[in-house]
């Protein structure tokens, strides 16, 4: 019987450990970084920077009007995917979870993920046809210049910051 008893005891705080420590499925899903693509919202407003690209102007109405377009379609499908997350927490909050019912929920939100990615694809590749090859490269060189709004930088990291400390020394 005690034996039963610690079996049991045991059972119930790696139960009670593993819920505290899981993720909580109330939090919304939220689009990966990788998944935003470039804000062309910032670079089609930047008049100068088009110019100095040396794109036409053909090339930036056409750019433009994809943007608006894409944009709405966008919206679209970022409602669809948070939309599918939401039942997928309203499912598993029941009492008793229909495991069936979760699995075709959690199958839809992967759909509406996928629909989402492929769309931000394909604005994409539809900017890089506009441009074509060389209107591409200039266009990125132009955005990836030091000291443009948004540039990423990444952290040099510790034995960088130790070697300027070295230097002052």
């Keep these: 019987m005690r034996k039963n008893t ?3 005891s045991a059972l119930l705080v790696g139960a009670v450990t593993g819920l505290a420590t899981a993720e909580p499925m109330d939090r919304p899903w939220r689009p990966d970084p990788e998944e935003r693509g470039p804000r062309w919202e910032r670079i089609l407003e930047d008049d100068e920077a088009l110019r100095a690209a040396g794109l036409t102007d053909a090339q930036v109405a056409a750019i433009r009007e994809r943007a608006a377009e894409s944009e709405k379609t966008l919206i679209r499908l970022r409602s669809e995917v948070q939309l599918a997350e939401a039942e997928i927490r309203r499912l598993m909050r029941t009492e ?5 019912a979760i699995m075709k929920a959690v199958e839809a939100a992967g759909a509406a993920r996928t629909a989402l990615r492929k769309a931000m694809v394909e604005e994409q590749l539809a900017v890089r046809e506009i441009l074509g090859p060389e209107g591409f490269r200039k266009l990125r060189k132009q955005f990836a ?17 130790r070697k300027r400390d070295d230097i002052g020394d």
């Design 145 to 161: 210049k030091p000291g443009r709004e948004g540039e990423h930088r990444p952290h040099p990291g510790p034995r960088a910051e």
């Design 6 to 8: 610690l079996t049991w």
């Design 96 to 100: 008793r979870p229909d495991r069936d």
